[in-house]
């Protein structure tokens, strides 16, 4: 069993601990003993290989790599976009929705070939993957039309394994798939 605390953080009042820690001041910032690791990704590989079972990482070395340039895609293409959602004026706010929604829509197939992000098992890429589709949730964004079942139905198998409810902890509603 892992236990940890979650510390909210008001990006425009950075706490001086968290300066003291992190030379960014950015969130998340992990401390495991007297180890401060700071950027998501390199917390996930951390937790990755600091609990390895079950592992979130592939096995094979191709198939790590090729999960790694996925996950850089991710970081760099979607999350910047989700970034102009979250914090633009509001013409920024509903074109970048509206890319994310139609991005996520075309490579809807992907969500419908395999039970997890292009891959049988859950692992670091849904790591990823989740908390985007979370945050467009919670946004607003309804995905309907053509690839929507295959994106609603790998969101139901996401938002409701164990380690997704225990992650977001008293944000999840009963049923994390009603629009209400």
């Known amino acids: ?52 079972h079950p592992p979130l990482m592939q096995v094979y070395p191709v198939s790590r790599a090729k999960d790694r340039l996925l996950m850089l895609r991710i970081e760099q ?32 197939p992907i969500f419908q070939q395999m039970p997890y992000f292009m891959n049988e098992e859950f692992g670091l890429v849904d790591c990823y993957v989740a908390p985007l589709l979370w945050k467009l949730k919670h946004l607003g964004v309804e995905f309907t039309g053509t690839g929507s079942k295959a994106i609603k139905a790998y969101m139901e198998r996401v938002f409701t394994r164990d380690s997704f409810l225990q992650s977001v902890g008293e944000a999840a509603p009963k049923n994390l798939m009603d629009d209400k």
């Open 1 to 52: 069993m892992c236990f940890y605390e979650n510390a909210e953080v008001d990006l425009q009042a950075l706490p001086e601990d968290l300066m003291e820690l992190n030379p960014y001041g950015t969130v998340p910032t992990l401390v495991d003993r007297d180890l401060v690791l700071f950027n998501s990704r390199i917390i996930m590989e951390y937790l990755d290989e600091r609990f390895p």
């Open 77 to 108: 293409d979607w999350y910047p976009t989700l970034a102009k959602a979250e914090n633009g004026t509001e013409k920024e706010k509903t074109s970048a929705l509206k890319q994310l929604k139609e991005e996520l829509l075309g490579i809807a």
